[in-house]
């Protein structure tokens, strides 16, 4: 069996909303191209994916959605269902992109429950805000719940889902707020200041699943220490009771400080840290199986490839020292394509490439993330038999 799969193919650069739309694919290809001039993709075969037929996109859409999709480029402009704005602009063969990459996140999926692999990662998944019958922030098709509940049918009956994109994963958590099979947690931005204005410490889950939701709303202007803090104050000890069979992980990295969407304030290191906690809570919880997927992003030159290649690297245990330069070839693919473009140096943003230095929640201290800490752990740890107020649970 193989440590890892990775799941790529050039034709998921379809998903395309627009030149001018933050959610450029060119992201993704830059990625792959540093991931590969960094030798991180080295002797790695990519996976293809082919695109999933419409009774796989009924796990998560109905049939009238995924109708109005496949119309939605001959229909003109009164499409509806959240098609057709801002958010989500109609493109040609939007139903066929969308659905390949679907297909990407089930294949690797697949290549974890048939044992053919511990960990597999796509990075042109993670459309997380996409609902049952409507398209939101730029995702049509929720290629997590669709993965999800293929998962279910396969046997596994404790999926926890943890999402660090710096916007709720309201559309996951909907689609599975009352199934106690499923661990959906999201760290993000507060709803108060951010879409899609969901994800408060309140939202727990209903009915047999209360507890099944968990949510760490944090304050404009987090850092990587605030943001490592909240989560240690609430990840693991939630995983370790609700003991998963896998890990399927969103990890957008639009929370860093340059990201033009949103106002935290990580930085590359602070992912690459938050990657590398993933993976021991996996091997920790799940035996090793993690399913990884990409998300929002949209610093599209010095945050997003720096980021996925260490999640990349991560995934597949060649873990990149951060005091690497970034490849003479890759900067220069990149300046052919923008000339004027601020290049980084190499794939850090500290001094000396540390992992960032965080204080544990119940240091006696009274940091801004503590609120959303406090707040959340009192919300679901008793239904998880847990202590709100230790700080060794």
């Known amino acids: 069996m193989s440590s890892s799969a990775v799941v790529w193919d050039s034709a998921l650069l379809a998903y395309n909303l627009g030149n001018d739309h933050p959610f450029n ?44 999709v496949k119309q939605a480029p001959m229909a003109g402009w009164d499409v509806g269902h959240g098609l057709g704005t801002p ?8 139903h066929e992109a969308s659905s390949l990459v679907v297909g990407a996140t089930l294949l690797g999926a697949r290549c974890i429950a048939e044992g053919k692999a511990r960990r597999a990662v796509s990075i042109a998944g993670g459309l997380h805000h996409a609902l049952r019958n409507r398209a939101a922030g730029f995702c049509v098709y929720n290629d997590c719940t669709v993965a999800i509940s293929w998962l279910l049918d396969q046997g596994f009956d404790r999926i926890a889902y943890v999402d660090t994109d710096v916007h709720h994963g309201d559309g996951v958590q909907a689609a599975f707020y009352g199934d106690p099979r499923v661990l959906t947690v999201s760290l993000h931005q507060h709803p108060f200041t951010l879409f899609p ?47 998963p069979q896998i ?35 996996a091997d920790t919880h799940a035996e090793g199986r993690w399913l990884a997927v990409g998300g929002g992003g949209y610093q599209l030159i010095r945050v997003v490839p ?81 202590d709100p107020y230790d700080p060794r649970d």
């Open 306 to 386: 720096r980021s996925w290649t260490h999640l990349l690297a991560t995934v597949l245990d060649r873990d990149v020292d951060p005091r690497t330069p970034l490849p003479r070839t890759w900067t220069e693919q990149v300046l052919a394509m923008t000339p004027n473009a601020e290049v980084p140096a190499s794939m850090t943003e500290s001094s000396d490439g540390a992992e960032p230095v965080f204080s544990r929640w119940g240091d006696g201290f009274d940091e801004p993330v503590d609120i959303a800490v406090r707040d959340t752990r009192r919300a679901v740890f008793p239904m998880h038999g847990l």
């Open 197 to 243: 204005g969901t994800g408060y410490s309140s939202e727990v889950g209903e009915g047999e699943a209360a507890g099944s939701a968990v949510n760490v709303p944090l304050p404009p202007g987090t850092t990587d220490a605030g943001w490592l803090r909240a989560f240690h104050a609430v990840v693991p000890s939630v995983l370790a009771a609700f003991r």
């Open 247 to 281: 890990l399927v992980t969103q990890c957008g990295v639009d929370s860093h400080e340059e990201d033009p969407l949103a106002d935290l304030s990580l930085t590359v290191d602070g992912h690459r840290a938050i990657y590398r906690t993933l993976r021991e809570l």
């Open 25 to 68: 694919p060119v992201r993704l290809d830059l990625t792959i191209r540093l991931a590969t001039a960094l030798g991180v993709l080295e002797d790695v075969p990519l996976l293809v994916p082919d695109a999933v037929k419409a009774e796989e996109l009924y796990r998560a859409h109905t049939a009238e959605y995924v109708e109005a």
């Open 87 to 94: 958010d989500n602009p109609v493109f040609t063969d939007m």
